[in-house]
């Protein structure tokens, strides 16, 4: 295990659900990432937490809504989703997360199906 | 733009062979480069990272070489293993905000 947990690993909701993804750090750090991983399309960053503040938020669509109660979690809201949200929703954290981005550890993701 | 590319989307070798993965990025900066391995249905696991200033960076039977002129990052894994089989990912970063990963390799070490 990696350090970082993260529930549920699997989901399946309808486009006028809400849900939320929770992420757990267990490593002490201070930066948290939420990245989406669609298939054949490169990890795609979403949100950067650093020390619970959000330091980046890469234009993602405001049915995406991120929480950061503390440095050791970080939820991801989900309202009124497309089918094209469906993906691997992956959680990281580092050490920091400002500028020379420290080795990210992640998460085993969950899977996101928007029927 | 900035782009990351790696050579191929999948690379078939045998086992026992040196695997050779490429990343080549174009308007871009890096300060440091970072490789990772993912396994399906899993997080990506971070290997190596090298900085500009650093041409080759080994660990065991991982050697990740970074030329700036070429813009260019080769990863290269000797005496492959089946097990060693993935996807690989390079990232990027710079001394700003941005950090991205390419598209990454699919590894297989056939037996």
């Known amino acids: 295990e990696t350090g970082v947990t993260q529930t549920p690993r699997h989901l399946v909701m309808g486009m006028t659900n809400k849900k939320s993804l929770k992420c757990e750090q267990h490593?002490?750090?201070?930066?948290m990432y939420w990245y989406k991983q669609s298939a054949k399309k490169p990890l795609e960053l979403m949100f950067v937490?650093?020390?619970?503040?959000?330091?980046e938020n890469n234009s993602v669509p405001s049915r995406f809504s991120p929480e950061c109660p503390n440095s050791s979690h970080l939820f991801l809201h989900l309202h009124t989703l497309q089918p094209e949200d469906s993906a691997l929703y992956l959680c990281a954290s580092s050490q920091e997360g400002g500028a020379s981005r420290d080795t990210q550890y992640f998460g085993p993701g969950t899977r996101l199906t928007v029927l | 733009s900035q782009k990351i590319e790696q050579n191929s989307e999948a690379l078939n070798i045998q086992e026992g062979k040196t695997a050779t993965l490429t990343c080549n990025y174009t308007?871009?900066?890096?300060?440091?480069l970072q490789w990772y391995r993912q396994d399906p249905g899993r997080g990506p696991v971070f290997l190596l990272l090298?900085?500009?200033?650093?041409k080759e960076k080994r660990k065991e039977r991982l050697k990740v070489t970074f030329d700036t002129t070429l813009k260019q990052s080769l990863f290269h894994i000797t005496a492959s293993q089946p097990a060693d089989s993935a996807t690989y990912l390079c990232?990027?970063?710079?001394?700003?905000?941005?950090?991205?990963f390419g598209p990454g390799t699919r590894l297989s070490v056939l037996p």
């Open positions: 490593l002490g750090h201070n930066a």
């Open positions: 090298i900085r500009e200033n650093e």
């Open positions: 937490y650093n020390f619970k503040e959000q330091t």
């Open positions: 308007n871009y900066s890096p300060a440091y």
């Open positions: 990232a990027l970063g710079d001394y700003g905000q941005n950090f991205v």
